[in-house]
């Protein structure tokens, strides 16, 4: 579980983080901050895995801010102006959030944060956990384990998530679902399909297959799919 926590000096940006992180099942936001300075004295007292951290703040920017803290956690950067990408990334940031950014979005950056600190855990080693999502369908928030998913299907304005047992349709983009699923585990075959790594049973030039259900491969992503493939038959 990723103990994180919110520094923002608008109070609705961090009304805005904390409904998107309560769909984050692996992650906890344990407080939130306007004043970066009361953030800064909480984190000598306290461990935490993530620092939410928006840039543009009055008295001290985030950045600066981050620069006083030793040892700091991983950052993913939430903050509406573009210009400071390059400099957060030269901080070793996790993610750069611009404002305002959507759940899949949110979770992509969450993932990258999980993944980051499973492979500190792992002494580098590669053997990662995907997490599980909270997927909306209708009225509802089903929670999904990415690691059961066999593939995504674009359907008109839906996308329909295919699992062993059961079929979730949700009012996604394909972009929303290229977001939400981590890369070098789900990959995009097709227009309309992205499909589990670890669930491809075959392939050929012109279709993979999960289990016994053909998916057809688009011209525009066969290279793509070539080197995920050679570099999964390295790495086994």
Known sequence: MLQAIAIDDEPMALEVIKTLAAHVVFMELKAC???????????????????????????ISGIDLLKTIPDPPMVIFTTAYSEHAVQSFELDAIDYLLKPFSLPRFLKACNKALKQRELQSNGGGSTISLPSVFIKSGYEQIKVELADVLYAESAGNYMQF?????????????SDVEALLPNGHFIRVHRSFIVSVRHITKTDKNSVWIGNKEIPIGAAYTNELEKLIHKNKKTG
Do not use: G, W
């Open 33 to 59: 901050f306007t004043n970066a300075f009361e953030a800064a004295e909480y984190l000598q007292k306290t461990k935490v895995d993530l620092i939410f951290l928006d840039i543009k703040m009055p008295t």
């Open 162 to 174: 295919a699992l062993a047992d059961r079929n979730i349709v949700s009012r996604l983009t394909m």
